[in-house]
Structures are given as structure tokens and as C-alpha cells.
């Protein structure tokens, strides 16, 4: 910020005193050094004027007001021999530093926000600490309202956020995309919204990998079966989590192409890696597998050069469709 001339000041009639405030804090920031009565008087116009005793007076004023509002204004040596003491404005002690939270306090935020309409000034306020915060629950969002989605039950949510922040150990039971049910045993790192969903991201200990699930997915209660393990050092939980509409969790569809298809199946379906070619010259992926209403039309839109192989839930979704479309 350059230094404030008096040739920007408007008169001191037609100023108010907030403004000459500004000017004054805003004039002693930019100064690389202190500036004397004298100086500030030369430079803002508000404290020019033949009475010189009226002008002290009301810059006395100004002063008491600026530190009454948590100014930290200092009077400090002009130079190294200290001739002349001047005032300024430490930037260090003016400045806030950057706000951050970690992912468990933007958890607490989100949820406190829950109870409130988007209208609200906490929802606002809420939502400007929650975006582009390191590790924070929206990150890679593109935004939205504050709202958890409709089939997450909240008692489930705030149980996996409470486990998170705690790093509990919970055993739940679960339901994959491919609507396999069973049981797991999680270590709870973190509780990340993403894609229009929540997923608590933890230490899978029977598989030995972290993996993140979709609380929409889960059947039952969180059960805290005790103390969990720390994450690694590095750890986001955003990272785990796919972005776009897969959000697969730990699932994956096998789907053949023809060799046409493949080439453009490979590069355009998000997480999907070639397993082998068929004899027939069919290429056959490993895509990660969303929910089957989501990946069934993907599929549909490459005609009879996809088959899905598995899992049978996405297969009969691609057979309805079909059926249905033949039957309109």
C-alpha cells in the first residue's frame, strides 16, 4: 500500500471520523519506518490547519480511539540514537495470522452448521471457513448448500465424526455399491463430504488398507470397539475419496469392450485399468463401480460393444434398462 497524500485526503469538514482513522492506520502500515507528529501532519490533510493546538488535540483523540479498538499503535525511535520518537504500527501485531483447522474442528463446523437454514449468518459464515481449507470437508467442490445429504442418518453422522476426532476403532456392518453386505472393522482417520455424500475415512484392518465408505452405506450403529491407530504422516482424507460420480468405495466392476470401445472406455471411465484381452480380441477393464443406477447408462451409451462380466447387480440394471427401452 503506497504512502497516503494529502492531495488524496478529502477536507477535513467532509471527512468522518472513521475515515480518518483508516487514513491514519493505513498510512503508519505502509511507512516502512516511524513517522513523526510532524510527518503525519505533512501527509494527511485532516491534521492540517493553522490552530496546531486544536490539530494535537484531535490527534490525541484519534490515537486513544485507535487503541481502544485494538490498534497497536507504539511510539518508537525514529533512527538507531533514538533523536526523535515517531509512532507505528507493528505489522505482526496488527495483522491476524492465517486462519486453519484441522479436519476434525471443520467437521465440528459443518455439523454446528446442520441445524441452521442456508439463510443463516452461521451457515455463511461457516461455509467462507470451510472452503479451500487444507484437508477441509469441501475441498475439490465445487460448493452447494450446507447440507447433510437425505439418506445419511445424522445420529450416524455425528457418531463418525465424534470417532474421527477421537481416533476410535468402530465396527459397523456395510453395503458396497454392488449390494454385498458385511462387516467392518475401521480405524476412523477422518470424515470427509464429497459428490453430494459423507464418508468416514479410516484403517480398513481386514483388508490392511485405508479405504473410505459412504455413510449412506452403512446398516447399522457405529459400534466403538476401542482405540484406533494414528493416520500416517501426510494424511488427507479428501485424497481417498474418488472424485465425480464413482465415489466406488471398495468395489469394482468388470466390463468387456471391443476393441474400438476399449481405447476409449480406458481413458475416459475414471480409475479404470486394463486386466487382460480375450481371445475374441475383447478388451475386458476393472472400473471402480458407483452405484449401478450411475454406471449402468455409462455403459449403455457404448451399445453392443460393452458387456458388463460383474457384479450381477449392475448387469440386471443394464438388462432393465434395455428391457425397458424396448418395451417403450
Known amino acids: 500500500m503506497p504512502p497516503l497524500s494529502s492531495r488524496t485526503m478529502v477536507s477535513d469538514d467532509a471527512m468522518e471520523p472513521l475515515e480518518r482513522l483508516l487514513n491514519l492506520v493505513g ?9 513523526t507528529f510532524d510527518q503525519i501532519r505533512d501527509t494527511l490533510e485532516a491534521y492540517q490547519g493553522d490552530n496546531i493546538e ?9 490515537k486513544d480511539s485507535l487503541r481502544a479498538y485494538g490498534v497497536p499503535l507504539e511510539m518508537t525511535g525514529t533512527d538507531v ?5 515517531g509512532y507505528t504500527i507493528p505489522k505482526d501485531r496488527y495483522y491476524l495470522p492465517e486462519i486453519s ?14 441445524g441452521g437454514s442456508e439463510a443463516t449468518e452461521v451457515a455463511q459464515g461457516v461455509r467462507k471457513l470451510l472452503y479451500g481449507a487444507e484437508g ?20 450416524r453422522l455425528m457418531a463418525a465424526a465424534a470417532a474421527a476426532s477421537a481416533r476410535r476403532r468402530v465396527r459397523f456392518g456395510y453395503r458396497t455399491a454392488t449390494g454385498s453386505a458385511g462387516d467392518r472393522d475401521v480405524d476412523a482417520f477422518g470424515v470427509v463430504f464429497r459428490g453430494g455424500h459423507w464418508y468416514l475415512v479410516g484403517h480398513d484392518r481386514d483388508r490392511d488398507d485405508i479405504r473410505a465408505f459412504r455413510l449412506s452405506r452403512v446398516t447399522d ?13 501426510g494424511f488427507h482424507a479428501i485424497d481417498h475419496v474418488e472424485a465425480g460420480p464413482w465415489n466406488a468405495g471398495d468395489e469394482s466392476a468388470r466390463i468387456a469392450f471391443g476393441p474400438a470401445a476399449a481405447v476409449l472406455a480406458e481413458a475416459s471411465l475414471p480409475g479404470a485399468y486394463r486386466e ?18 450411475t454406471l449402468a ?4 451409451g457404448y451399445g453392443p460393444e460393452a458387456e458388463v462380466l460383474e457384479p450381477q447387480t449392475l448387469r440386471a440394471e443394464v438388462v432393465r434398462r434395455l428391457t425397458a427401452a424396448i418395451g417403450g
Open 81 to 85: 540514537w533514538d533523536v526523535e520518537m
Open 136 to 155: 477441509g470437508l469441501l475441498t475439490g467442490s465445487a460448493g452447494g448448500p450446507l447440507a447433510a445429504e437425505s439418506d445419511t442418518d445424522q445420529t
Open 54 to 62: 486544536s490539530v494535537k488535540r484531535k490527534f490525541e483523540r484519534d
Open 276 to 293: 487382460r484381452v480375450r481371445d475374441d480380441g475383447w478388451t475386458i477393464l476393472s472400473v471402480p463401480a458407483p452405484d449401478a443406477e
Open 101 to 114: 483447522f484441522t479436519p476434525e474442528e471443520i467437521t465440528a463446523l459443518y455439523l454446528a452448521a446442520q
Open 221 to 233: 450403529a457405529l459400534a466403538d470397539v476401542g482405540e484406533g491407530s494414528t493416520p500416517p504422516e
Open 27 to 35: 498510512l503508519l502500515l505502509a511507512s516502512p519506518t516511524p513517522l
Open 297 to 300: 447408462p455409462i455403459v449403455l
